[in-house]
C-alpha cells in the first residue's frame, strides 16, 4: 500500500502531461483521423518521460533539490534564464488551457456556458494550491484521475475489433490523411507527452516530500508506475476513437466527441463517469502546470518555495502562482479557443524541449552532484538517443505547424 501510495505523484505528473485538456482532443482526433496509427508515438513518448522523470526523480531524492535549481547552478544564469523564460511562457500557457477544460468538464456536466465556469476554476484551483497539503492534493487528484479506465472499459463493452487495431497500432500510415498531417500529429503527441512541466514538477513534488536516497526505490517505483498508465489512458482514448469515431466519420473538436464512445456504450453514467474523469485530468493538470510555474521562477530566483512553506513565508513564490493562476483565468476570458490555444502550445513546447531535456542529462552524469548515482552506460546510451528525437521534434515542429496549417 505504501509503495501504491508513493506511485499517485508519477499517476498526477503523468495525467497532467498525457490526459490534459489538449491531448484529450489530440487523442481522440489520432484516433478519428488516423486510426491507430500513432500507438508508436505514445509508446516513444512514455519510455523518454520514464527515463528523464526518473533521472530528475534522483537528482531530487540524492541532493534534495529540484531539477531547476540545479540547472541555474550547473549551466549558469544566462542558459537557466533562457529556459524559465521558455518554460514559463508554455506553462502559463498550458495553464489557461487547462483551466479551459475544467470549465469545458463542468459545461459537459451542467449545460451552463463554459465561460462562466472559467471564474470558478480558477478560484478552485488556487484554493487547492493554497490550502491543500501536497500530499493529499497527489493522491485526491491523482487517483480520481483514474476514471479515465472507463475508456478502456468501454473497448470491451463496444463491438471492437480486437484484430484490426492490433494491425493499425503495428502498420502505422498516413490513412489517406497526408503525411504532413500525419507527422503533425505524432510531433504534437510526442511533446505532449514529454512537456517541460512534468520533470519539472516530479522533481519538485520529490523535493515537497523530503525524498532522500534512502527513497530512490520508491521514486523509480512512481516513475515506472504512474507514467505509463498515463499513456495507457492516452492510448484508450485513441482505440475507442478509432472504434467509434472513425468508421462513422466523425471528426473531433471539443469534449462531447470525445466522451461519445463512452456515452455510446453506457449511456447516461457513461457519460456521467467521462464528466468526472475530464473534471479530474483538467483539473489535476491546472495544479501541476501552475505550481510548475511557481517553481520554476522560485528555484531561479533563489526563492523560498513550496506548498509546504507558508505563504507568509514563501511570498513570492505564492505571488507567482497566484499571477500565474490570473493569467491564464484572463488568457481565457478573451473567449480564445483552451484546445486550439493548447495545440499551437504543443509546438511551442516542442521547440522548447531541447532547453529541458540536455541539461537533466548533463546534471545526472554530474559526480560533483550525485556521486556514483550518476547515470549508468545503458541509461546514457538511451537519453542520448532519445535527445535525438526531442531535438529532431524541436526542429520539424514549426515547419509541419506551417505546411500543414496546424494539422488541416
Same mark, same amino acid.
Given at each position: 500500500?505504501?509503495?501504491?501510495?508513493?506511485?499517485?505523484?508519477?499517476?498526477?505528473?503523468?495525467?497532467?502531461?498525457?490526459?490534459?485538456?489538449?491531448?484529450?482532443?489530440?487523442?481522440?482526433?489520432?484516433?478519428?483521423?488516423?486510426?491507430?496509427?500513432?500507438?508508436?508515438?505514445?509508446?516513444?513518448?512514455?519510455?523518454?518521460?520514464?527515463?528523464?522523470?526518473?533521472?530528475?526523480?534522483?537528482?531530487?531524492?540524492?541532493?534534495?533539490?529540484?531539477?531547476?535549481?540545479?540547472?541555474?547552478?550547473?549551466?549558469?544564469?544566462?542558459?537557466?534564464?533562457?529556459?524559465?523564460?521558455?518554460?514559463?511562457?508554455?506553462?502559463?500557457?498550458?495553464?489557461?488551457?487547462?483551466?479551459?477544460?475544467?470549465?469545458?468538464?463542468?459545461?459537459?456536466?451542467?449545460?451552463?456556458?463554459?465561460?462562466?465556469?472559467?471564474?470558478?476554476?480558477?478560484?478552485?484551483?488556487?484554493?487547492?494550491?493554497?490550502?491543500?497539503?501536497?500530499?493529499?492534493?497527489?493522491?485526491?487528484?491523482?487517483?480520481?484521475?483514474?476514471?479515465?479506465?472507463?475508456?478502456?472499459?468501454?473497448?470491451?463493452?463496444?463491438?471492437?475489433?480486437?484484430?484490426?487495431?492490433?494491425?493499425?497500432?503495428?502498420?502505422?500510415?498516413?490513412?489517406?490523411?497526408?503525411?504532413?498531417?500525419?507527422?503533425?500529429?505524432?510531433?504534437?503527441?510526442?511533446?505532449?507527452?514529454?512537456?517541460?512541466?512534468?520533470?519539472?514538477?516530479?522533481?519538485?513534488?520529490?523535493?515537497?516530500?523530503?525524498?532522500?536516497?534512502?527513497?530512490?526505490?520508491?521514486?523509480?517505483?512512481?516513475?515506472?508506475?504512474?507514467?505509463?498508465?498515463?499513456?495507457?489512458?492516452?492510448?484508450?482514448?485513441?482505440?475507442?476513437? +478509432? *472504434?467509434? @469515431?472513425?468508421?462513422?466519420? =466523425?471528426? %473531433?473538436?471539443? &469534449?462531447?466527441?470525445?466522451?461519445? #464512445? /463512452?456515452? !455510446?456504450?453506457?449511456?447516461?453514467?457513461?457519460?456521467?463517469?467521462?464528466?468526472?474523469?475530464?473534471?479530474?485530468?483538467?483539473?489535476?493538470?491546472?495544479?501541476?502546470?501552475?505550481?510548475?510555474?511557481?517553481?520554476?521562477?522560485?528555484?531561479?530566483?533563489?526563492?523560498?518555495?513550496?506548498?509546504?512553506?507558508?505563504?507568509?513565508?514563501?511570498?513570492?513564490?505564492? +505571488? *507567482?502562482? @497566484?499571477?500565474?493562476?490570473? =493569467?491564464? %483565468?484572463?488568457? &481565457?476570458?478573451?473567449?480564445?479557443? #483552451? /484546445?486550439? !490555444?493548447?495545440?499551437?502550445?504543443?509546438?511551442?513546447?516542442?521547440?522548447?524541449?531541447?532547453?529541458?531535456?540536455?541539461?537533466?542529462?548533463?546534471?545526472?552524469?554530474?559526480?560533483?552532484?550525485?556521486?556514483?548515482?550518476?547515470?549508468?552506460?545503458?541509461?546514457?546510451?538511451?537519453?542520448?538517443?532519445?535527445?535525438?528525437?526531442?531535438?529532431?521534434?524541436?526542429?520539424?515542429?514549426?515547419?509541419?505547424?506551417?505546411?500543414?496549417?496546424?494539422?488541416?
Amino acid at each position: 500500500m505504501r509503495k501504491l501510495l508513493a506511485a499517485t505523484l508519477g499517476i498526477l505528473s503523468a495525467v497532467g502531461g498525457f490526459v490534459d485538456i489538449g491531448d484529450l482532443v489530440a487523442a481522440g482526433q489520432a484516433g478519428a483521423r488516423f486510426g491507430m496509427a500513432h500507438t508508436w508515438v505514445l509508446l516513444l513518448g512514455v519510455v523518454a518521460i520514464c527515463a528523464y522523470a526518473e533521472m530528475a526523480g534522483r537528482i531530487a531524492a540524492v541532493t534534495g533539490r529540484a531539477v531547476f535549481d540545479l540547472v541555474r547552478e550547473r549551466l549558469g544564469a544566462r542558459m537557466a534564464l533562457l529556459n524559465l523564460v521558455a518554460s514559463y511562457l508554455v506553462t502559463v500557457i498550458t495553464l489557461a488551457a487547462e483551466l479551459g477544460g475544467v470549465a469545458l468538464a463542468l459545461r459537459l456536466a451542467t449545460g451552463v456556458p463554459y465561460l462562466l465556469w472559467v471564474p470558478v476554476a480558477g478560484i478552485a484551483v488556487w484554493l487547492v494550491l493554497w490550502r491543500m497539503r501536497f500530499p493529499v492534493m497527489e493522491r485526491v487528484f491523482g487517483l480520481a484521475g483514474l476514471a479515465l479506465v472507463v475508456f478502456a472499459v468501454a473497448l470491451f463493452w463496444l463491438p471492437t475489433d480486437w484484430a484490426a487495431l492490433g494491425r493499425g497500432a503495428v502498420t502505422p500510415g498516413d490513412s489517406g490523411q497526408g503525411w504532413g498531417a500525419y507527422w503533425f500529429v505524432a510531433v504534437a503527441l510526442f511533446a505532449s507527452t514529454v512537456s517541460p512541466y512534468e520533470v519539472f514538477f516530479f522533481s519538485s513534488g520529490g523535493v515537497e516530500e523530503r525524498w532522500s536516497a534512502t527513497d530512490l526505490a520508491d521514486a523509480r517505483f512512481s516513475v515506472l508506475v504512474g507514467f505509463p498508465v498515463g499513456g495507457f489512458l492516452a492510448l484508450s482514448l485513441m482505440a475507442t476513437a +478509432t *472504434v467509434v @469515431l472513425r468508421p462513422a466519420g =466523425l471528426s %473531433v473538436d471539443g &469534449l462531447d466527441q470525445v466522451a461519445h #464512445p /463512452v456515452v !455510446l456504450a453506457f449511456g447516461s453514467v457513461g457519460l456521467a463517469v467521462a464528466a468526472l474523469a475530464f473534471f479530474a485530468v483538467t483539473f489535476g493538470a491546472a495544479l501541476e502546470t501552475g505550481l510548475s510555474a511557481a517553481y520554476a521562477a522560485a528555484q531561479y530566483f533563489g526563492w523560498q518555495w513550496g506548498k509546504r512553506v507558508s505563504p507568509h513565508e514563501a511570498a513570492r513564490f505564492h +505571488t *507567482v502562482l @497566484l499571477v500565474s493562476v490570473l =493569467l491564464g %483565468v484572463l488568457a &481565457l476570458l478573451t473567449t480564445v479557443d #483552451p /484546445v486550439t !490555444l493548447t495545440e499551437y502550445m504543443l509546438i511551442i513546447s516542442a521547440v522548447a524541449l531541447p532547453l529541458t531535456y540536455l541539461p537533466i542529462l548533463v546534471v545526472a552524469n554530474d559526480r560533483t552532484y550525485l556521486g556514483d548515482r550518476v547515470n549508468g552506460r545503458a541509461l546514457n546510451l538511451l537519453g542520448a538517443v532519445l535527445l535525438l528525437v526531442i531535438l529532431a521534434a524541436s526542429i520539424v515542429a514549426v515547419p509541419l505547424a506551417i505546411g500543414t496549417r496546424m494539422g488541416q
